[in-house]
């Protein structure tokens, strides 16, 4: 195994850095008064629409992606420049169009989809001209196991028709999300992983209601489409919408759920390393007892403990990305599950200890380390809660 980065990594690393700093961190404060400025718009806002020709003029353009669609990258190429976007998970990786849960969209569309299907709406999505959904999680049932899902996939002739309730679909408040891809039931007397299947259903369907924004302890991420709740009623799209075929979805889902999550990760890495940079910045500014915080012992040891493990962690999501690369994502699995639970405990946890250092304006608005704690602690429920993954991995690890 070999972590280092190559000549391209390097390049495009520090050109990731640089627009970060230079350009996005700056950009922060304009972007809370551009949405402070209209309170019931769900579209992206003006600075982020700059960032993204910037960026895209820089070759900073769907990194995510292998192949010919996308940078060409792997995993492992990928990883520290998704780190980097972990610092302003508001608006760096939508800067870059590296934003979930349009990368795992793009890559669905790029895995399994027709000819048509990416001319329609993977072509628009790599240029992003559109935004999109991922309709998986229902308030009605455990959306930890998947094939409780309820929404009703019929066909009815040349068309499908979708019935069902869904929510924490992100990014469908946002009016650009164009295409939603939605799971659900075909054959609910099939085998329990061969009931499920995905479709795209366009918003603008008939039948397609989005009924309400969610908010992720009180934060309603207006910066990047928010999270929905939506009911489709007997909404019909045609057959060739279905993707790859009756029975797949659950497949696809397992596919799409793999990159997805050491995705999260990367970024979860950026948001520790951001948070610790606030830390030694507050740490040898702030004087208590006589003595700066960067003096005390408690605060010594924090820091330590933080970097101890922000370095363990990104060994371990570095091999994952190189298993992924070389053995595939199915070989990877261990170590997908291993870090899926892991990074965001672990960053969760540096996260509170800058807040305790940071005292009264760490849980305030003032400084960004509420929110990156809003957004790690929902990547332990989010791709499956870290009781699922621990229960795999544990009986994976009794069957050696």
């Known amino acids: 195994m ?21 350009r996005v961190l700056p950009a922060e404060p304009v ?13 992206f806002r003006p600075i982020l629409r700059e960032l993204q020709v910037a960026a895209r003029e820089q070759g900073l353009w769907n990194l995510f992606l292998p192949g010919d669609e996308g940078a060409g990258l792997s995993q492992l190429q990928y990883a520290p420049i998704a780190e980097i976007t972990g610092w302003s998970p508001k608006l760096a990786p939508t800067a870059f169009n590296c934003n979930a849960p349009d990368t795992g969209n793009m890559e669905v569309l790029h895995d399994f989809g027709t000819p048509a299907q990416k001319h329609d709406w993977l072509e628009p999505l790599l240029r992003g001209e559109i935004r999109s959904a991922f309709c998986m999680t229902e ?3 455990a959306s930890s196991d998947a094939t409780n899902i309820g929404t009703r996939i019929e066909r009815d002739g040349d068309h499908y028709v979708i019935t069902g309730r869904k929510w924490w679909s992100t990014g469908a408040m946002n009016p650009d999300a164009a295409i939603f891809i939605v799971m659900g039931k075909t054959d609910a007397d099939a085998d329990r992983h061969r009931q499920q299947s995905m479709i795209l259903v366009p918003r603008d369907t008939p039948g397609v209601h989005v009924v309400r924004p969610l908010s992720v302890f009180g934060y309603d991420d207006r910066d990047h489409g928010g999270h929905a709740e939506v009911v489709f009623d007997g909404a019909r799209v045609p057959v060739a919408n279905i993707l790859k075929g009756e029975g797949e979805g659950f ?46 012992g408690v605060v010594r040891e924090w820091a330590a403990e933080s970097r101890i493990q922000l370095e363990a962690l990104r060994l371990l999501v570095l091999k994952t ?17 291993a870090i899926k639970i892991a990074v965001p405990r672990a960053v969760q946890q540096i996260l509170d200890r800058a807040i305790q250092l940071f005292g009264g304006a760490g849980v305030s608005g003032d400084t960004p380390l509420a929110a990156l704690w809003a957004g790690v602690r929902t990547l332990r429920l989010a791709d499956g809660p870290d009781e699922v993954h621990l229960n795999s991995l ?7």
């Open 2 to 22: 070999d972590f280092a980065p190559d000549a391209r990594t390097r390049e495009l690393s520090e050109k990731a850095r640089a627009f970060v700093d230079e």
């Open 31 to 43: 972007l809370e008064q551009q949405l402070a400025d209209a309170p019931g718009e769900w579209s």
């Open 139 to 141: 308030p009605d049932v």
């Open 251 to 296: 497949a696809i889902a397992q596919a799409r759920l793999g990159p997805g999550r050491i995705h999260h990760c990367m970024r979860a890495l950026g948001m520790a390393e951001r948070a610790l940079a606030l830390v030694r910045e507050r740490a040898n500014e702030r004087v208590a007892f006589g003595r700066t915080l960067a003096e005390q």
């Open 321 to 337: 990305a190189w298993l992924m690369d070389t053995v595939g994502n199915r070989q990877a699995m261990t170590e997908i599950q």
């Open 394 to 400: 544990g009986r994976a690890e009794l069957r050696r």
